[in-house]
């Protein structure tokens, strides 16, 4: 036997089975009817909002991530303010992890990173192909020490350090 309520009584049938947030993130499509079967299971018609909570344990996973995203391509911890920017454009906003270190690859942090090796390497600044091409490189999973290696290795910095 199936039971339809109005949407007043489904704040408080949400809070029984801790659905709370459904409501209250939803308050506009609250108006629509709900069912609770014999199971005690509701069911809603008529919401229109997707849910982008993500279980604790995917968080931590997200989080973590966005600091490995930070010391690959940064060379250093993220701030707390940047971690979490960065996880929750992609636990709420939908956003992929490439699409963060692809962002955090084109920063002008990123750019300075990569002209401070080739002050220390090359003794010059990078040009605009050198940044192009390491920005990319570390946009596309390479580390910030696997750019300092291969800058290292090319012909220009052995032509220097004989």
């Known amino acids: 036997m ?20 459904l409501a209250a993130a939803a308050p506009a499509q609250a108006q629509s009817l709900c069912v609770v079967n014999p199971y005690n299971q509701v069911s809603c018609t008529r919401y229109d ?4 909570r993500r279980p604790v344990r995917e968080r931590r996973e997200v989080r973590q991530e966005v600091r490995d995203i930070y010391e690959d391509v940064l ?25 963060v270190r692809e962002n955090i690859a084109n920063s002008e942090e990123a750019k300075e990173r990569i002209n401070d090796i080739y ?17 990319d490189a570390l946009e596309d999973g390479e580390s ?5 290696r291969e800058i290292l290795e090319s012909d220009e910095a052995r032509s220097k350090n004989p």
């Open 119 to 135: 002050r220390d390497v090359l003794g010059r600044e990078a040009d605009a192909d050198g940044l192009e091409t390491w920005s």
């Open 75 to 99: 060379g250093r911890d993220a701030e707390r303010e940047g971690l979490t920017d960065w996880s929750r454009t992609v636990i709420r906003q939908g956003n992929s992890l490439d699409d």
């Open 144 to 148: 910030l020490d696997d750019v300092r």
């Open 49 to 52: 909002f997707q849910d982008n």
């Open 2 to 21: 199936k039971t339809t309520l109005k949407a007043s009584v489904v704040k408080s049938v949400l809070s029984v089975f801790g659905l709370i947030s």
